[in-house]
């Protein structure tokens, strides 16, 4: 008889796990306390003026989901989608026209330089490094390794490793620029996760881990309709290779010792049994589920806290940009709008939502051209759709109670479009927001914040990490692959694939 998997929690770390799985023979289980599998990566609905109006709550783009996930799933055979190929844009304070971040290295090079009086060479060098640091990843990705400093040191080198892997974000952003605003740019995605500072050990980890995705050779994109066509299709597929997949479900007990689950539905209550189980949930949740204090404990002393805010706005026309390059793609660029222009006031900016009183600190905003992307894959509206991810928020409050920075955040995208009055609709989410609708602990997008202790060989609830490290603290057949494992959440999917391949490898060995 197959063994019988249960896990609990079906965004796409748990889509993905629940996938290979189940083609290795394996007989899956998936429980979902939403009333649809996705996670974060899903979809809320408005209407206005009588028609249905979709947008995503959670993620917007797909970017760093790795290729042959999206292959061997059979995602790629069920979506449509697109990446722009026009130059990103920056905006800085001070300046009158955005820099373009071109994709060619000696362009970027030299943009850089006639920009921001960034020496030549200088990117160049940086992306060149960059690149081996990616490659050892994607690599540890496909063969599901165990995250070692030892595996670092031999293929990088010590000095690489040193760097790139267990070093600061401005020792390394010192290391290869002299431009202030070059550094800035460069440590946007240090933050992403949380208020990191720069200072931190493993913070440098950061910068190649969020440009790690193989789907789009580390570029971002966009789905057809919308990312949560990636979990819909995902949950199908799963479905129809026989993963059984119950929403709408509340775990009300987890017997470890007899290896029984029993949850509650509109039905009543179930029990089912399973040879190995694995929480692809946030990490509190899991230990809440567990019904061990000491555990508990220790996930609650972790860090936790998001600083992520989502503005998303609807037009009833096609947004025209100011500054649109003489480029197809232009519409869909991303757009990247800082406030501040050196790295010390960003690395304050960073910080200073983990003050009490402090409900914004002005950081940066990534701009996500929906709507034009959509057009590019030829969908027919005559509507448009952005989302503004942008920094730094605190906890302390929810998207309705805080107009006055939904307007400020308008404001600073409005200044940057020629019909800023066909705007018909916003929607702001706060980390409040996040943890109160996809109970992540802190608001945190990854769970745990992407810092020293909680990054890379660190990042696992493992008591065992050399030997299993996806295990669950020390239960027996118990495993975790939710967004606070190796590597995080933002990498679409791999620690449910990792975790997957350790649990096959595993069960023949």
């Known amino acids: 008889m197959s063994e019988r998997i249960v896990i609990v929690g079906a965004g796409i770390n748990g889509l993905v796990a629940a996938n290979y799985l189940q083609r290795q023979g394996y007989q899956v289980s998936l429980i979902e306390a939403k009333d649809k599998v996705g996670g974060a990566c899903t979809s809320e609905s408005v209407v206005i003026g009588g028609q249905q109006h979709l947008y995503p709550p959670g993620a917007s783009v797909l970017g760093l989901m790795q290729r042959f996930i999206y292959e061997e799933t059979g995602l790629s055979s069920k979506l449509k989608t697109f990446v722009p190929y026009s130059p990103n844009l920056v905006f800085f304070p001070d300046e009158k026209s955005p820099t373009q ?28 490094d960059e690149f081996k640091v990616i490659q050892f990843l994607q690599q540890g990705y496909r063969e599901a390794r165990t995250p070692s400093l030892s595996d670092a040191q031999t293929t990088l080198g010590s000095a690489l490793t040193d760097l790139w892997i267990t070093g ?12 202030e605003k070059a550094k800035v740019y460069m440590a946007m995605t240090v933050a992403e996760s949380g208020p990191v500072s720069v200072y ?10 969020m440009n790690s995705g193989s789907i789009f050779d580390g570029y971002y994109g966009f789905v057809y309709q919308g990312i949560w066509e990636v979990t819909k299709h995902l949950g199908n597929i799963n479905e129809n290779l026989g993963v059984n997949v119950h929403t709408s479900s509340r775990v009300c007990e987890v017997n470890s010792n007899q290896k029984v689950i029993i949850f509650e539905d509109s039905a009543g209550q179930h029990k089912v049994t399973y040879d190995k189980l694995i929480f692809a949930t946030d990490p509190l949740t899991a230990s809440r589920l567990m019904d061990h204090p000491e555990q508990i404990e220790a996930v609650n002393n972790k860090k936790l806290l998001g600083s992520s805010g989502k503005l998303n706005l609807l037009f009833k026309q096609p947004i025209r940009w100011k500054n649109n390059l003489d ?28 003050e009490a009183e402090n409900d914004y600190e ?22 448009d759709r952005i ?5 730094n928020l605190s906890l302390r409050k929810q998207g309705q109670d805080l107009k006055n920075i939904s307007n400020q955040v308008k404001s600073s995208i409005f200044e940057k479009i020629k019909n800023p009055e066909d705007c018909i609709w916003d929607n702001l989410s706060t980390p409040k927001d996040l943890q109160e609708k996809f109970f992540f602990p802190g608001g945190n997008i990854d769970h745990t914040v992407l810092t020293d202790g909680q990054m890379y060989f660190d990042r696992t609830f493992s008591s065992d990490p050399e030997n299993n490290f996806y295990g669950f603290f020390d239960y027996e057949d118990i495993y975790y692959c939710g967004a606070g494992s190796y590597p995080c959440g933002s990498v679409a999917g791999t620690p449910g694939y990792i975790c997957s391949q350790q649990i096959i490898k595993q069960s023949t060995e």
């Open 200 to 209: 931190d050990n493993f913070s440098a980890l950061t910068i190649p881990i």
């Open 387 to 391: 989302a503004v991810f942008f920094k």
């Open 101 to 128: 971040i071109h994709r060619n290295p000696k362009d970027f090079d030299l943009e850089l330089s006639n920009k921001w009086g960034e020496k030549k060479g200088n990117a160049q060098a940086f992306r060149d």
């Open 327 to 354: 480029h197809p793609d232009s519409d869909s660029a991303f757009r990247y709008i800082f406030s501040v222009d050196n790295i010390e006031d960003f690395n304050k900016a960073t910080l200073s939502v983990c």
């Open 362 to 383: 002005p950081g940066f905003m990534q701009v996500y051209c929906e709507g034009a992307a959509c057009r590019k894959m030829n969908e027919n509206t005559r509507y």
């Open 168 to 179: 600061d974000a401005k020792s390394l952003l010192d290391h290869y620029f002299s431009s």
